[in-house]
């Protein structure tokens, strides 16, 4: 390969972006600003039970299939959005 070609493909390699993907967990902060709530709301639902958190090291987290469960089991029926 000549050094022009090499050049071309580390531009290449240093300009790749990866695809976007969701997150593995989300922060109490993510979660709030995604359902439009506050962060003690985020708490409270913890505390009560309602939202099941995963704890990594001091931080609590949250499964997307957690929150769409919660979201499910409060889906209000026969009425539209």
Do not use: Q, W
């Not at 990594?56 to 409060?74: I, N, P, Q, S």
């Amino acid at each position: 390969m000549g050094s022009a070609t090499s050049r071309k493909l580390c531009a290449m390699a240093t300009r790749y972006e990866p695809p976007p993907t969701a997150p593995l967990l989300y922060s109490v902060n993510d979660l709030a600003h995604a359902l439009r709530v506050s962060r003690a709301l985020v708490y409270r639902l913890v505390r009560a039970g309602e939202l099941t958190p995963v704890r990594v090291g001091d931080r609590l987290r949250f499964r997307l299939a957690d929150v769409e469960a919660y979201l499910d089991r409060h889906r209000i029926a026969g009425r539209a959005p």
